[in-house]
């Protein structure tokens, strides 16, 4: 399985943005569809966006446009930039790897390699 590590969590007023980066290694990332997911306080786990090896996307309906995942695979690196981030969207991110070619999408089930997660909060 390969190894992934977030960074780039952090506290923000509404209305801002950050990006997360989600550094695969221990395999090929263009092996991999890469996920992000977020759990918030108190709620369940739930995907946000997703990217397979042939660059398709998926994203949570909820985000409204607002996200955008990206990767680089010549630096083994999945991103989520985050633009008009809301009090809502405080929750731990966490990246995930799952098999390519599957149509994993954001589904939680598939993704087999969970990073440690990073805490992002919004602040009104």
């Known amino acids: 399985q390969v190894q992934l590590v977030e960074f780039g969590g952090g506290s923000v007023q509404s209305g801002g943005s950050l990006r997360l980066s989600c550094q695969v290694s221990?395999?090929?990332?263009?092996?991999?569809?890469l996920g992000w997911f977020r759990q918030a306080p108190g709620e369940e786990l739930v995907g946000v966006a997703a990217?397979?090896?042939?660059?398709?996307?998926a994203y949570a309906s909820y985000l409204a446009g607002r996200f955008t995942i990206s990767r680089d695979d010549s630096k083994s690196t999945v991103y989520l930039e985050m633009r008009g981030l809301k009090p809502e969207d405080t929750a731990i991110y966490y990246c995930?790897?799952?098999?390519?070619?599957?149509?994993?999408?954001?589904?939680?089930?598939?993704?087999?390699?969970w990073g440690p997660g990073t805490q992002v909060t919004v602040s009104s």
């Open positions: 995930a790897a799952g098999p390519a070619w599957y149509g994993l999408g954001i589904r939680i089930p598939g993704y087999n390699s």
């Open positions: 221990g395999g090929a990332s263009r092996s991999y569809c």
């Open positions: 990217i397979d090896a042939d660059d398709s996307t």
